[in-house]
């Protein structure tokens, strides 16, 4: 759980997973959120992250690929950077900054790419 403190503007949080799946699969995705804070007038919530392609082929990655949710309900992506659809060759990797209305919920989750990572202390 990551939550960022009013005395913390900004806070790093590296969530390493290892997905389940073997090498030589075609697509094989890794996601970490890297950090997220509210921005400067605090009604942005910013996310910062990293997709690493492991696979063999590129991938290919759509707006409908990455949820926010609270229970607030769904939350709808405001800005992305690069512009989304984002392709990943085999091997490289993706910078990201995905940038949501600050929903009205204390904690989100963020899913990207089947990762699911919970962000907290919004309020």
Do not use: C
Request: aromatic share 6%; net charge negative.
């Amino acid at each position: 759980i990551f939550s960022p403190g009013p005395s913390a503007p900004n806070a790093r949080v590296m969530v390493p997973y290892e997905g389940g799946t073997p090498d030589g699969i075609p697509v094989q995705p890794e996601v970490m959120v890297v950090d997220a804070f509210l921005g400067d007038d605090g009604t942005t919530l910013i996310i910062e992250g990293e997709v690493w392609n492991k696979g063999t082929e590129p991938l290919a990655v759509e707006r409908e690929d990455i949820r926010l949710s609270s229970s607030a309900g769904m939350s709808e992506l405001a800005t992305e950077a690069p512009p989304l659809p984002w392709t990943i060759e085999p091997g490289e990797r993706q910078v990201i900054e995905l940038q949501y209305p600050k929903p009205d919920a204390s904690t989100v989750l963020l899913e990207l790419l089947g990762y699911s990572f919970e962000i907290g202390g919004l309020n």
